[in-house]
């Protein structure tokens, strides 16, 4: 089993920055892409943000320039560090990492959601 364990958000004022982590931990055998998704209600998750196993990160084009992502795969983290948020930032964020173990192959997992507001 493979459990994600995710931590950071909450409500912020226009402006302000937050910080999203994400803890992988269970049968984890080799770890590829970790990234962050995000969802409002009556809409599809779109990616905010991910890193490849080698490194390269890709971000959407919404968050270029405002948020950094980065990954410890010793502590199979990956956390997202964004900075001057904005009202359309809202919405649930869930982080997703694809994980390899020898029972099952490549699998990929999400986390429970964090919620994150940007308001005055």
């Known amino acids: 089993q493979v459990h994600l364990v995710e931590s950071g958000g909450g409500l912020v004022q226009p402006g302000g920055s937050l910080r999203l982590s994400c803890a992988a931990s269970?049968?984890?055998?080799?770890?590829?892409?970790m990234g962050w998704y995000r969802q409002v209600p009556g809409k599809a998750r779109e990616l905010v943000a991910d890193?490849?196993?080698?490194?390269?990160?890709k971000y959407a084009d919404s968050v270029k320039g405002r948020c950094v992502i980065a990954t410890d795969t010793v502590q199979k983290t990956v956390v997202l560090q964004m900075n001057s948020l904005k009202p359309e930032d809202t919405a649930v964020y869930y982080c997703h990492v694809d994980i390899y173990n020898e029972a099952t192959g490549w699998d990929s997992y999400w986390g429970q959601g964090t919620q994150v507001t940007v308001s005055s």
């Open positions: 269970g049968r984890i055998f080799s770890i590829g892409t």
């Open positions: 890193i490849f196993s080698d490194g390269r990160p």
